[in-house]
């Protein structure tokens, strides 16, 4: 499972409130990406860190911002979530060394 | 193939069969090339991948073949089986000369693969 823990796995919020998920790795892998995955979209990404405090935009990133205090954990902010994040979020890893992306189990986020 | 729109192109299969699944990928520049697993409820699985040196790549049950001329990807899964039934994706990666792309991947919509005992 590349060592990826996501949290929380589903969760159910209201417009307008602020969410964080949480991406924890524990096989110090410096790339780390976060992907949503919406029907009739694929895997689109939002945000990707290469480093501690190093990130950067993806091709989704509006409404989205994101922290790498660690390498461990990289968390993936909506300050304002609105229905249209209502999607599933992958979290994904890359060693440095390789070209292969692994994913996590996902987190289901419904804003209602 | 892959699909736009909200329907993913299907693929059904007997068990034993052996399953080809297509992927048109859209930039010439890409460099690197996955194929993806995903079952119900779960994240993405590696299962193979291919630098755009190589045509053909194979692993155990599965090979991956690439076309660069017509930008095509192809994954053949072998005596295929319950258990291979899930959508299937595939990735490439963009090469940026003088810079890195940071292993970013962009996605194709994928492919139901069901498998009928």
């Known amino acids: 499972d590349a060592g990826i823990t996501q949290s929380p796995r589903h969760k159910v919020t209201e417009t307008g409130t602020p969410v964080t998920l949480r991406c924890h790795q524990t096989?110090?892998?410096?790339?780390m990406y976060w992907y949503r995955q919406d029907p009739g979209h694929g895997l689109r990404l939002i945000h990707y860190?290469?480093?501690?405090?190093?990130?950067d935009k993806g091709e989704v990133s509006d409404g989205y911002s994101v922290s790498r205090s660690k390498t461990e954990d990289f968390l993936l902010t909506l300050e304002s979530a609105t229905s249209s994040q209502t999607s599933v979020y992958f979290c994904?890893?890359?060693?440095?060394?390789?070209?292969?992306?692994?994913f996590g189990e996902g987190s289901w986020l419904t804003v209602v | 193939g892959e699909s736009v729109g909200l329907h993913l192109p299907t693929l059904s299969v007997q068990e034993g069969d052996n399953s080809i699944i297509n992927c048109a990928y859209s930039?010439?520049?890409?460099?690197?090339f996955i194929w993806y697993k995903q079952e119900s409820g779960k994240g993405p699985q590696f299962i193979i991948d291919?630098?755009?040196?190589?045509d053909k790549r194979q692993g155990q049950r599965v090979t991956v073949l690439l076309n660069k001329t017509v930008k095509h990807l192809s994954l053949q899964i072998a005596a295929t089986q319950p258990g291979d039934s899930a959508v299937y994706f595939c990735?490439?990666?963009?090469?940026?000369?003088?810079?890195?792309?940071?292993?970013?991947?962009?996605f194709g919509q994928g492919t139901i693969l069901t498998v009928h005992p």
């Open positions: 994904a890893i890359r060693q440095e060394s390789g070209n292969t992306i692994y």
């Open positions: 096989e110090n892998h410096r790339y």
């Open positions: 860190s290469y480093g501690v405090k190093d990130t």
């Open positions: 930039n010439s520049a890409s460099d690197y």
């Open positions: 291919i630098r755009s040196n190589m």
């Open positions: 990735a490439e990666r963009a090469s940026y000369a003088g810079g890195t792309s940071y292993g970013k991947l962009t």
